[in-house]
């Protein structure tokens, strides 16, 4: 990365100057070196929600949200969605490079000899109240892994690292699968190492002891294809989550668990549970789409179109776009007139209205990968309060690439950020008779 150019910033205050590099990205946007400015001339920088804020480097996944791109280790998402696999793509955001056959086959022989879980663990699901939410088990499971592998980890070494990944990897699904299994009632399924990776978690999710099961070979694609196009994002909230949890040198599993906690929200990951919740209210309303664009745009309530808007696609999303068409083949398969179908009618409906409508033109919003997934989750009977779940176990590659990144990264640091304080000044405490 060159930095021979400068910006020059004057504090007409002072009159002080103070040559700030400018770092030039291989694509994108240039970025102005903020780290002398405190040094120099007294000021920090503000950005709340971190707006204009690069928070560190990463080689990992390229983004132009005006244009609507998306690349993973330089390759175009189209191209992995129709080519490449989930696990491949595992590899290829973990190590930078797609992998040759032989480094392929010892990747998928090491994820699948770590898929069981210790037995121990099982036990920890039996605390949770039956009802609970699948990602509060996911967040405590996750995070109490690293109660069984915490002596194990050195997070300054590259192999230790390496183990740590490849057991989330593997380990995952089976979390993941028996959250579910558990709010069910149901018996735990144990992993099938002879099965590929989305079929697995399918087997552990619905198969029975007491029956053959055999995942239909489209849910199975269509999965592995949500989990591609969820596989990383660059700097989204979760994945800066497990950088910032991280930074402080924590527990590989525990920043993870932080990761999922914050990819819960509504606002990221909890979105795709809530655009089945809105298409469902939407069509319980008789289908008064108009009703539900007023509102989205109404700034004294506080309904969101959810699946649209984007910090930084200005465009649509590719991999909405991608998931769409997943949507129309899985659709197709089902009967003619199911209820998913009618969803997806709605969607397309709701789309076409936001997308002539002044609101939403000019503030570029446009579905996001959220809009299309639910319905093909919910096509494949996965029940809404996992939809989360499937995005957690889809970014959990990218949290850890990114993590294992900064370790390796010289210049990361405990990450610390700086405030605007706009408290009280200075104040002397008075006795409680006094107040
Ligand atoms: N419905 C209605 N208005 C919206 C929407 C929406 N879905 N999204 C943004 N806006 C409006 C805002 O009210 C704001 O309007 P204003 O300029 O008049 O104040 C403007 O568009 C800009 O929105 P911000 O909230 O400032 O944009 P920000 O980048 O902070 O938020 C976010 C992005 C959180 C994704 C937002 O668009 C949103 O809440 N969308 C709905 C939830 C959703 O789908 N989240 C999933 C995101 S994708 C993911 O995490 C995998």
Redo the contacts with the bound molecule.
Sequence with gaps: MKNTETITLIDNSTGKKLELPILRPTVGTPTIDVRGLYKELGYFTYDP?FLATASCQSAITYLDGEKGVLRYRGYPIEELAEKSTFLEVCYLLYYGNLPNEKQFDDFQEDIRQHTLLHEALRSFYTGFRRDAHPMGIMVGVVGALSSFFHDHENVHDAKLRQRAAHRLIAKMPTIAAWSYRYAHGLPFMYPQNHLDYASNFLYMMFAMPTEEYTPPPLFVKALDLIMILHAD?EQ?ASTSTVRLTGSSEANPFAAVSAGIASLWG????G?NE??IQMLLDISNSDNDVQHYIDR??D?TDRF????????IYKNYDPRAVIIRNMCHKILQQLEPGNDYQELFDTAMKIESVALKDDYFKS?N?YP???YYSGIILLAMKIPLNMFTVIFALSRTIGWISHWNEMMQDPESRIGRPRQLYSGEELRNYAKLDKR
Excluded: I, Y
């Design positions: 929600g994002h989204n509504p606002a990221h990951g979105a809530a655009v989205a745009k700034k969101r179109l959810m699946g649209f808007g984007h910090r503030r919003l996001n990968v959220d």
